[in-house]
């Protein structure tokens, strides 16, 4: 079965750095877009940043460009994130998913979860 | 940017039937996902393309879009059902996903 697992989280003082893992397994990492979804305490789902099957494409949330980097590793089944100049708003719960194509083609919507990792940042 | 508007919450009598809307702009031109999240778990895909399930998702949850609205639908509640329930388009304008705030739903 399909399993997404995250790791990296924990608590790093404001202006930080923080790289988180998703290990994955069940199915084949290198046909899909990936993707990492937080959610802040309390707050709803917002999300982070996709990377394309091959890596090619990638993109952020206005709210992380220039701070977060995706990257995958198709030979290991891993999707990373490195998040650097954390603030207090980056406390969440950080989620990576599996990308699915909608109808429309360069359209997706999120079929597999990992159960989160939590990012806490704080003085 | 697109945004999807949700009720913060909704209260239903366990047997009876629950409707939860998603408000967008033509948001029936979109694809609309709900996502189910039970507390301390993380979302689970309940609705893709308007109205299929995944496997396992039972048939008591529906959902269908039209116009500005999409609307998920749990028939004959039951206290597993309490929930947050996101919707989610893809905004073809900024080629990102797009969440709605969430709606909470309390099984009375």
């Known amino acids: 079965q399909v399993q997404l697992v995250e790791s990296g989280g924990g608590l790093v003082t404001p202006g930080g750095s923080l790289r988180l893992s998703c290990t994955t397994s069940g199915f084949i990492f290198s046909d899909y877009y990936m993707t990492w979804i937080r959610q802040a305490p309390g707050k709803g789902l917002e999300w982070v940043s996709y990377i394309s099957s091959s890596g090619h494409a990638i993109d952020y949330a206005d709210s992380v460009k220039g701070r977060f980097t995706i990257s995958r590793d198709n030979a290991k089944n891993s999707l990373f994130l490195q998040m650097n100049s954390l603030s207090a708003d980056d406390t969440a719960v950080y989620y990576c998913?599996?990308?699915?194509?909608?109808?429309?083609?360069?359209?997706?919507?999120?079929?597999?979860w990992g159960q989160g990792t939590l990012v806490t940042v704080s003085s | 940017s697109y945004v999807l508007t949700q009720p913060p919450s909704v209260s239903v009598a366990p047997g009876r039937t629950a409707r939860i809307s998603c408000g967008g702009d033509?948001?029936?031109?979109?694809?609309v996902q709900w996502y189910q999240q039970k507390p301390g778990q993380a979302p689970v895909l309940v609705i893709f393309?308007?109205?299929d399930r995944p496997s396992g998702i039972p048939e008591r949850l529906s959902g269908s879009n039209s116009g500005n609205t999409a609307t998920l639908t749990i028939s004959r509640v039951e206290a597993g059902d309490e929930a947050d329930y996101y919707c989610q388009v893809w905004d073809s304008s900024s080629d990102h996903p797009v969440f709605g705030g969430g709606t909470k739903l309390t099984v009375l």
């Open positions: 393309y308007d109205s």
């Open positions: 033509n948001i029936g031109d979109y694809s």
């Open positions: 998913a599996r990308a699915q194509p909608t109808r429309y083609g360069d359209q997706y919507y999120f079929d597999s």
